[in-house]
């Protein structure tokens, strides 16, 4: 069974930078598009950043100019670029990929902004 495997997160002051990293353990079919969502403490889980197969991406308003969402060079995989981070960007992220006739989820990485 394909498994989205993320990397990247940890603990950061404000101000910095992480870079999150998605890649599938194997082939997936079909995407249509990727992306990361988060979910923060007692929050509901959102849509951060998202890129379609052709290139089309849209953020969050709250990461807008901040985070930017790239595809990598190998297949199947997405980064995540957070710059000026936050302590309200604190949260657990998580990679999603969607394809036809499904959608993959990854395990989630947490991302702390705290002094």
């Known amino acids: 069974q394909v498994q989205l495997v993320e990397s990247g997160g940890g603990l950061v002051q404000p101000g910095g930078s992480l870079r999150l990293s998605c890649g599938a353990s194997?082939?997936?079919?079909?995407?249509?598009?990727m992306g990361w969502y988060r979910q923060g403490p007692g929050k509901q889980r959102e849509l951060v950043a998202r890129?379609?197969?052709?290139?089309?991406?849209n953020y969050a308003e709250s990461v807008k100019g901040r985070f930017t969402i790239s595809r990598g060079n190998a297949k199947n995989t997405v980064h995540l670029q957070m710059n000026s981070l936050k302590p309200e960007d604190t949260a657990v992220y998580y990679c999603?990929?969607?394809?036809?006739?499904?959608?993959?989820w990854g395990q989630g990485t947490q991302v702390t902004v705290s002094s």
């Open positions: 194997g082939s997936i079919t079909g995407i249509f598009g």
């Open positions: 999603n990929v969607q394809a036809i006739g499904r959608v993959y």
């Open positions: 890129i379609t197969t052709g290139g089309i991406t």
